[in-house]
Structures are given as structure tokens and as C-alpha cells.
């Protein structure tokens, strides 16, 4: 499906004040498929595709489709003005092995699941060079906890460099309607969950909706087990950014009280050189827990 990609209005502003945003036609969007709110592929080409959320829908003005973003949205598929481009009406690439994802400059979602556990859910949303390590970080907890764990992540590549840019999408804006694994288990109500992220500030930080007492106890266990790495850990304070405490934020949709996940930021020192060592720290919390 082809559109015309272009700066969003002063009218539009609000709605896509984040590069990750979009604007686009309601016929254009009613023939995808997607509801507001869902994940799409937006670009040129297949090589500089870049996925948004659809924040809103505007009526259509002549028989030209169209779709609307910041500057800083163009930028994510390579344009600095308005270019024609084309919709892929997904998220995560449905078919793709993940041995080829590499390679192809795809974005994949993988969850590993028998159906059964609900007493926690592993998370990295931004894995594979979005936020490196942190897929290997939830695989990890997968293996630490066996049977008593779900994990869920997405991994996106570009070649050349890019993959944040082109693949991110805030952990808020994430949408069980465009990624079918997540919504998979979206109700299940586990007990905890935890998402791995990556940031650029130099600690780690302990976040999520879960009670301060287990985010305190996650973030002790962490420095302990990075003693002599110079690295410390804080706790995210509420209602900043990167704190995760949002309802919105998929770590904690996906408990069953809506209030129980965990987000730990990391820098990537601290993903490069300990990321095992983190991911063990936090499975042992939840190791000694019913």
C-alpha cells in the first residue's frame, strides 16, 4: 500500500510529539487493518522501513493517502522531507526465521511458552541491537526459573546501524493488537513480570508498578552481584522518565493485578560486560519466591 509520508500540521503536533508516532488517513488505515493505536511498517523501500504507532486518523483530503509524522519520524526512514513510501500493515515480521532476521534488517517477536506458567513473565521488547543483551537477558531467566517462567521478546537488526531508530517503540505504546505472541498471554495475569531495557545514563535503574520492597530487594541483589564493577543501581522514582510505573507500559499489563512489573534500565556497559551477572541477580530474587 503506497502513501505520501509528510511533516505532520501544527494541528497534528500533540499527537505525534514522539518520532515513533504517526498521523495517517482514516481509509488508508481502515483498508490496513490496524486499529489506533497499533504498530505498523512505514518506507521508502524494504531496507529503510521503520515501525510507528498510530496515534490518530484525520478524513482523507482528495483521493491522495497520506501518512504524517515529525521531522524526526521522517528521519527514522531516511527522509527529511516528504517522500512517497509504502505501509506494511504489521509489527513484527510474521514469517521470518530468525537465523535470516540479521541479515535482512527484520524486526522478529519470539515467546517461548507451554500455555502453563503464570508466575512470571520475562520481557525484552527492545532485543536483538534495538538494546543489546537484553533478549539474551530474559532467555536467561527462562533457563534460571524453568517451568516457572514465560519469556517474551522482540529483536530487530539494521544493517549498517540503526536498529534503535528504525525498530523502537515505547514500552507504553506497544500493542497486544500487533504482536500476536504478546497477546497470546496478555491475559494471563502473571504474578511478576520483568523487562529487560536499555539506556544511555550511566546506572542501572530499578523501576516498574511492582511494590518498592521487591524493586529494592531486585536492586540490592543487582549491586551485590556487580561488587568491584564500579556500576550502581537506584530505584526509579515515580512519575519520571524511565521510573516504568505506567498501567500503560506493557511490564506491568501483563501481571495480574496490572501493578507488578519490573523494568530495569541498564546502560550499555552494564549490558555488555554484565549481563549475565544482572539476569542471574534477578532470578535469584524470584528463585526463592512462591
Known amino acids: 500500500?503506497?502513501?505520501?509520508?509528510?511533516?505532520?500540521?501544527?494541528?497534528?503536533?500533540?499527537?505525534?510529539a514522539k518520532s515513533e508516532r504517526c498521523v495517517i488517513d482514516e481509509a488508508t488505515l481502515a483498508a490496513t487493518g490496524v486499529?489506533?493505536?497499533?504498530?505498523?511498517?512505514?518506507?521508502?523501500?524494504?531496507?529503510?522501513?521503520?515501525?510507528?504507532?498510530?496515534?490518530?486518523?484525520?478524513?482523507?483530503?482528495?483521493?491522495?493517502?497520506?501518512?504524517?509524522?515529525?521531522?524526526?519520524?521522517?528521519?527514522?526512514?531516511?527522509?527529511t522531507a516528504a517522500v512517497p513510501a509504502r505501509i506494511e500493515a504489521f509489527g513484527p515480521h510474521p514469517t521470518i526465521k530468525e537465523m535470516s532476521a540479521p541479515g535482512e534488517s527484520?524486526?522478529?517477536?519470539?515467546?517461548?511458552?507451554?500455555?502453563?506458567?503464570?508466575?512470571?513473565?520475562?520481557?525484552?521488547?527492545h532485543g536483538g541491537l534495538i538494546e543489546r543483551f537484553t533478549s539474551e537477558q530474559a532467555?536467561?531467566?527462562?533457563?534460571?526459573?524453568?517451568?516457572?517462567?514465560?519469556?517474551?521478546?522482540?529483536?530487530?537488526w539494521s544493517m549498517g546501524g540503526g536498529a534503535l531508530k528504525r525498530w523502537h517503540i515505547t514500552s507504553t505504546d506497544i500493542s497486544d493488537a500487533s504482536f500476536p505472541g504478546l497477546a497470546s498471554i496478555s491475559k494471563r495475569g502473571f504474578?511478576?513480570?520483568v523487562a529487560f531495557h536499555g539506556y544511555s545514563i550511566p546506572r542501572i535503574l530499578v523501576g516498574g508498578g511492582a511494590p518498592r520492597a521487591l524493586r529494592e530487594e531486585i536492586r540490592v541483589a543487582i549491586e551485590k552481584a556487580l561488587r568491584g564493577s564500579g556500576m550502581t543501581a537506584a530505584l526509579g522514582t515515580e512519575g519520571l522518565q524511565f521510573s516504568g510505573g505506567s498501567p500503560k507500559n506493557v511490564v506491568n499489563r501483563l501481571t495480574a493485578d496490572g501493578a507488578g512489573g519490573i523494568q530495569i534500565e541498564?546502560?550499555?556497559?552494564?549490558?555488555?560486560?554484565?549481563?549475565?551477572?544482572?539476569?542471574?541477580?534477578?532470578?535469584?530474587?524470584?528463585a526463592k519466591k512462591s
Open 266 to 286: 541498564q546502560p550499555l556497559d552494564a549490558r555488555t560486560r554484565h549481563w549475565r551477572e544482572i539476569a542471574e541477580a534477578v532470578a535469584g530474587v524470584f
Open 139 to 156: 532467555e536467561h531467566m527462562l533457563k534460571a526459573l524453568p517451568g516457572r517462567c514465560t519469556a517474551w521478546r522482540c529483536k530487530g
Open 191 to 193: 504474578r511478576y513480570a
Open 106 to 125: 527484520e524486526f522478529i517477536e519470539r515467546l517461548t511458552d507451554d500455555g502453563a506458567p503464570t508466575f512470571l513473565a520475562a520481557l525484552a521488547p
Open 1 to 16: 500500500m503506497h502513501v505520501l509520508a509528510d511533516r505532520a500540521t501544527p494541528a497534528q503536533a500533540a499527537l505525534v
Open 35 to 79: 486499529p489506533v493505536g497499533g504498530q505498523l511498517r512505514i518506507g521508502r523501500s524494504p531496507r529503510d522501513l521503520a515501525m510507528f504507532t498510530v496515534a490518530g486518523t484525520e478524513p482523507r483530503q482528495g483521493c491522495h493517502p497520506f501518512v504524517r509524522m515529525n521531522v524526526e519520524g521522517l528521519e527514522r526512514m531516511g527522509a
